[in-house]
């Protein structure tokens, strides 16, 4: 069975800071690999997924990933963050072979001060 | 433009309890599922289904019990509510096989609470 490990639970970042949230999942197969944002109060919406062709994708909100075949990674990005950003997120992955089936990281919140 | 729609909301549920949460999707989605998450421990998936009158389990589906009479319907039964099924759950759609990539689209989630 796949999983997927993230590896900071809490990050406290100021306005304008760069972000990275890394994101490691182990399955020797094809994989789908999302990225989920749960602001306060609401449910997980996708911010990005990747499936196939450019490994760089670029998602809502000035975010974006790297998925690094080699080091099984899908690690998140964003240049300068917002106060906005203040939310949990979820590293994802699903087998190709069967998309809808995900299995989620921990998550991690992130605190944006301003 | 409905979505997933969760019912109800809130509940407190007494131990031994039964109960059953409600998940639709006006989608057509193949594919739903029921995750409950629990803090620092992400979502875990409880059942899934990959079409009507098909269903699986998932990683944590003990003491859960799901059916998928329709393809709009994936209802989640607590049999008999225990303190350690306090949690928030959520359903989730996705198109299905047949080059999907696997996208979620999330209800807004039950937060369910066993005294």
């Known amino acids: 069975a796949q999983s997927v490990s993230q590896h900071n639970h809490h990050v406290i970042l100021s306005e304008a800071a760069s972000l990275e949230l890394g994101c490691n999942y182990s399955?020797?197969?094809?994989?789908?690999l999302f990225w989920y944002v749960q602001y306060p109060g609401q449910h997980l919406q996708l911010l990005l997924k990747y499936f196939s062709g450019d490994p760089l994708v670029k998602g809502i909100k000035g975010f974006e990933a790297e998925f690094i075949k080699s080091k099984f990674s899908f690690n998140l990005r964003k240049p300068s963050v917002q106060w906005s950003d203040t939310a949990e997120y979820f590293c994802a992955v699903s087998r190709a072979t069967n998309a809808g089936k995900s299995t989620f990281g921990d998550g991690t919140t992130l605190t944006v001060k301003p | 433009n409905a979505g997933v729609t969760q019912t109800p909301k809130f509940q407190v549920l007494k131990t031994g309890q039964s109960m059953t949460l409600q998940c639709a999707q006006d989608?057509?989605?193949?594919?739903m599922s029921w995750y409950r998450q629990d803090p620092g421990m992400g979502l875990r998936l409880i059942h899934y289904?990959?079409?009507?009158?098909?269903?699986d389990q998932g990683e944590v589906p003990n003491g859960y019990n799901v059916s998928r009479s329709t393809t709009e319907d994936f209802p989640l039964r607590l049999l008999s509510a225990a303190p350690s099924q306090t949690s928030v759950y959520f359903c989730?759609?996705?198109?299905?096989?047949?080059?999907?990539?696997?996208?979620?689209?999330f209800g807004e989630g039950s937060r369910l609470t066993v005294l």
């Open positions: 289904s990959v079409g009507a009158g098909i269903t």
């Open positions: 989730a759609s996705s198109y299905g096989a047949g080059g999907d990539t696997g996208e979620l689209f």
């Open positions: 399955y020797g197969g094809t994989v789908n």
């Open positions: 989608m057509n989605h193949e594919y």
